[in-house]
């Protein structure tokens, strides 16, 4: 375990003030948090479940890739899993470069690639059941 | 092969993990229509699963080694 997914709550603005050193002038972050409706039907919480051994691995190829497509310094990701309620921090991604165009790219092809491509799945409840998603929001 | 599920093929088939002895030249095509006797549900997820062997998406029609892990992973929803 490479330690990209955790089971305990995510603090996000304790990975970003990790991140930059003495040479970076940007970090972009992405914070996911669990929204409380999805297309008009309320969302009482969600659970993620993953693949856990190959999510890690796809990860930290994502990040090696990152950093080898953009000038970026440095990079910070955390996934959960289980059960989340309203409002928790379900990701989050930090990326440190010199300037702010590599530092905003990077996080936002991290995100999308690791939507698209890591496997981790969500289940969402709601008041009168729960369902996997398994289509493109 | 070991075979691994999630979500809801996971909850479909009743089980995380199991191993099932194969033929050679299995591959996770074959090795899925095994499950779908199994359990007749997942049959239909088919076009929404991809599959992967050792942690790498693959082709279904991949040729499986002995002692493989065979994924059949569900869309994926991180975020």
New interface residues.
């Given amino acids: 375990m490479m330690g990209y997914l955790t089971r305990d709550p995510i603090d996000a603005a304790a990975l970003m003030r990790e991140l930059p050193g003495p040479a970076d002038g940007a970090l972009a972050t992405f914070v996911g948090v669990v929204r409380d409706n999805q297309d008009g039907r309320a969302v009482l919480g969600l659970e993620y479940e993953a693949h856990e051994d190959m999510a890690e691995r796809q990860l930290a190829r994502l990040i090696e890739e990152a950093r080898h497509r953009w000038p970026v310094s440095s990079v910070a990701l955390r996934h959960r899993l289980g059960a989340l309620g309203i409002g928790e921090v379900s990701v989050a991604i930090a990326v440190a470069a010199p300037h702010r165009n590599e530092a905003l790219e990077a996080c936002r092809w991290l995100i999308d690639t690791l939507k698209a491509q890591v496997p981790i799945f969500k289940k969402e409840r709601y008041a009168d059941g729960a369902a996997w998603i398994e289509a493109d929001p | 092969v070991q075979v ?1 599920l ?3 093929a ?1 909850e479909v088939v009743g089980a995380r993990a199991l191993e099932l002895e194969v033929e050679a030249g299995a591959t996770p095509a074959s090795v899925f229509e095994l499950l779908c006797r199994r359990a007749a549900g997942l049959a239909e997820m088919r076009r ?1 699963l991809r599959c ?1 062997v050792d ?2 998406y693959v082709d279904w029609s991949a040729p499986l080694h002995d002692g493989a892990e065979v ?1 059949f ?7």
Wanted: proline letters at 12%; hydrophobic letters at 40%; charged letters at 30%.
């Fill in positions: 691994r999630f979500a809801r996971r929404i992967a942690e790498e994924a992973i569900p869309p994926t929803a991180g975020g």
